[in-house]
T-cell receptor, first 116, second 114 residues
Framework: RKEVEQDPGPFNVPEGATVAFNCTYSNSASQSFFWYRQDCRKEPKLLMSVYSSGNEDGRFTAQLNRASQYISLLIRDSKLSDSATYLCVVNYYLSGGGGTASKLTFGTGTRLQVTL | SQTIHQWPATLVQPVGSPLSLECTVEGTSNPNLYWYRQAAGRGLQLLFYSVGIGQISSEVPQNLSASRPQDRQFILSSKKLLLSDSGFYLC?????????????FGPGTRLTVL
């Protein structure tokens, strides 16, 4: 079983639509959660962190259910510029080499195409 | 503000040749540094991480090595490239103490091994 699972899509939606992405993770020791956005042939960029109580940033809403190990991202009023791959990411801490670092485990991403 | 640089942006190398990819970070001190690889159609895979100068931890056995000669410099190397080393190599940094330890990525190096 993959550590982070996402529906690969693609999700093809018209401009203005609401679209939801879901993600499940297997490691119950995961400590923090993120959504990243990756445009074609570019580096991933942080979209938003996901807080236990859920959080909203403009048109984007993220939810976390620790009991079900489930994360979601809702995009309202989709724009053409939202077209990208959305990566679900979970984090836990690594100890090694004399210090502590964070390990991000990435899902393979869900591709979104917003059309006119 | 912090910025992260990677070079080269693209690279085409023959099988068996050596590799050196460089990553530098500006605007922060004592960052944690990471190397990832993204193979075509696959998720990002963590290769190495470093919490300080000369401190390298490997996540997966492979044909690659990493070094951190300076606080804000991270280098990925190979003595002899394999076809399977092709991919998009991304360097990232994070700082313990920031909210939820987000990582921020450089622009990446796209490596093709022929």
């Amino acid at each position: 079983r993959k550590e982070v699972e996402q529906d690969p899509g693609p999700f093809n939606v018209p401009e203005g639509a609401t679209v939801a992405f879901n993600c499940t993770y297997s490691n119950s020791a995961s400590q923090s959660f993120f959504w990243y956005r990756q445009d074609c042939r570019k580096e991933p960029k942080l979209l938003m962190s996901v807080y236990s109580s859920g959080n909203e940033d403009g048109r984007f809403t993220a939810q976390l259910n620790r009991a079900s190990q489930y994360i979601s991202l809702l995009i309202r009023d989709s724009k053409l510029s939202d077209s990208a791959t959305y990566l679900c990411v979970v984090n836990y801490y690594l100890s090694g080499g004399g210090g502590t670092a964070s390990k991000l485990t990435f899902g393979t991403g869900t591709r979104l195409q917003v059309t006119l | 503000s912090q910025t992260i640089h990677q070079w080269p942006a693209t690279l085409v190398q023959p099988v068996g040749s050596p590799l050196s990819l460089e990553c530098t970070v500006e605007g922060t001190s004592n960052p944690n540094l990471y190397w990832y690889r993204q193979a075509a159609g696959r998720g990002l895979q963590l290769l190495f991480y470093s919490v300080g100068i000369g401190q390298i931890s490997s996540e997966v056995p492979q044909n690659l090595s990493a070094s951190r000669p300076q606080d804000r410099q991270f280098i990925l190397s190979s003595k002899k490239l394999l076809l399977s080393d092709s991919g998009f190599y991304l360097c990232a940094w994070s700082s313990l103490g920031t909210n939820y330890n987000e990582q921020f990525f450089g622009p990446g190096t796209r490596l093709t091994v022929l």
